[in-house]
Nanobody, 115 residues
Framework: QVQLVESGGGLVQPGGSLKLSCATS????????LGWYRQAPENARELVAS???????NYPDSVKGRFTISRDNDKRILYLEMRDLEPDDTAVYYC?????????WGQGTQVTVSS
């Protein structure tokens, strides 16, 4: 079975930093496009970082310069480094692996940015 398991979420103050991890199993890590999404209550799920073609990264303007996506191919772990966090970053964060028309999701990890 393909499994993606996020960890590293928690409560941080505005301006703080957090690093999320997504441990994967059951898939050939190197052939999937990878990404991080987030969903706040009553909001649509939105892409916050992608790693495609094995090397290319992309970020929306809302997080550009603050979030960094990376991976460890040996450990098959996807990371999201977040800094200068803002209250609007509060959401459940999900990792995603996609290959053509097949997409896999983790269970999500809560990130709360509050004083």
């Amino acid at each position: 079975q393909v499994q993606l398991v996020e960890s590293g979420g928690g409560l941080v103050q505005p301006g703080g930093s957090l690093k999320l991890s997504c441990a994967t199993s059951g898939l050939i890590f190197g052939v999937y496009d990878l990404g991080w999404y987030r969903q706040a209550p009553e909001n649509a799920r939105e892409l916050v970082a992608s790693l495609t073609g094995g090397r290319h990264t992309n970020y929306p303007d809302s997080v550009k310069g603050r979030f960094t996506i990376s991976r460890d191919n040996d450990k098959r772990i996807l990371y999201l480094e977040m800094r200068d966090l803002e209250p609007d970053d509060t959401a459940v964060y999900y990792c995603n692996a996609r290959l053509r028309d097949v997409s896999y999701w983790g269970q999500g990890t809560q990130v709360t940015v509050s004083s």
